[in-house]
């Protein structure tokens, strides 16, 4: 019971503990910019805050993703090694054993039942490490619908600012568009255009970012692509304004990890 109750406690407050910073600093952020569109679209250097705030809360939104999907993998590869030591363990309460009867023959009672103990505790120990497993599952799923919510309501914020900015004057799409450049000096590897990635699977992918031109503002869009080892782009992020393409490559990580094989 103890390896149960410490595993189950350590995920359940690490996943609480971010789960209510979430509430507090994504969900509530998020009302505050949504209430900016309410009446009028704001004029473009508050959209422009409101992109960068935008990707903040995102890139917060994928680490706590990160860790579910995290936990998520490791019971998937622990149950994988308790159904490995649980065949071991059925073999070995197979194998007879003499015992010696009379002395001198066979393997002394006392240090059979000392073998039968030991098999005994470590079939206790693995049922307990598998309510472990299916209580963290528990607790990954139920936190799905809270990210779902999070997710509705950044997808409503991007709309929104899709929508304000086709109708920007050219003049304040140029103004949105200079704010929104990639800065010229790419001093880290988030900012990189091309990144290697190794999936936790295992495979090796490119990760690209892309330019794309809004065809009615003439406006710079933005998008993460992951190319296999021969070139094929397998997977395209969404398309986004942002000047900080960390957040288009972190964004991208999580779903290779989750949706390629």
């Not at 406690?9 to 969900?27: D, F, H, K, R, T």
């Not at 990760?207 to 794309?212: A, N, R």
Request: glycine content about 4%.
């Amino acid at each position: 019971m103890a390896v149960e109750s410490k595993l189950s406690a350590i995920v359940a407050n690490q996943l609480g503990s971010m789960q209510g910073a979430l509430e507090v600093q994504v969900q509530q952020q998020l009302q505050t910019e949504l209430v900016k569109f309410a009446n009028q679209c704001p004029p473009v250097d508050t959209l422009k805050t409101v992109i960068d705030i935008r990707n903040s809360l995102l890139n917060v939104t994928n680490l706590f993703r990160n860790k579910t999907s995290k936990f998520q993998n490791f019971t998937s590869r622990l149950e994988s090694i308790v159904q490995t030591l649980r065949t071991i363990l059925t073999i070995l309460r197979t194998i007879p054993i003499p015992t010696s009867v009379p002395p001198g023959v066979g393997i002394p009672i006392a240090l059979t039942n000392k073998y039968a103990e030991i098999l005994f505790n470590i079939l206790r120990f693995l049922e307990s490490v598998e309510k472990d497993i299916q209580s963290i599952n528990s607790l990954v799923a139920s936190i799905n619908p809270f990210l779902n919510n999070v997710r509705n309501s950044l997808s409503t914020l991007d709309s929104l600012i899709t929508n304000c900015t086709r109708e920007l004057s050219q003049e304040e799409q140029s103004t949105l568009n200079s704010l929104t450049q990639i800065p010229v000096s790419i001093g880290s590897a988030g900012q990189s255009r091309t990144i290697e990635f190794r999936s936790d699977s295992g495979i090796d992918y490119t990760i690209e970012i892309i330019s794309e031109t809004d065809s009615d503002l003439n406006t710079p869009l933005r998008r993460a692509v992951a190319k296999n080892n021969n070139g094929v782009v397998v997977l395209r992020g969404e398309k986004s304004y942002s000047s900080d393409t960390e957040v288009l490559v972190d964004e991208l990580k999580f779903r290779i990890n989750n949706q390629l094989p």
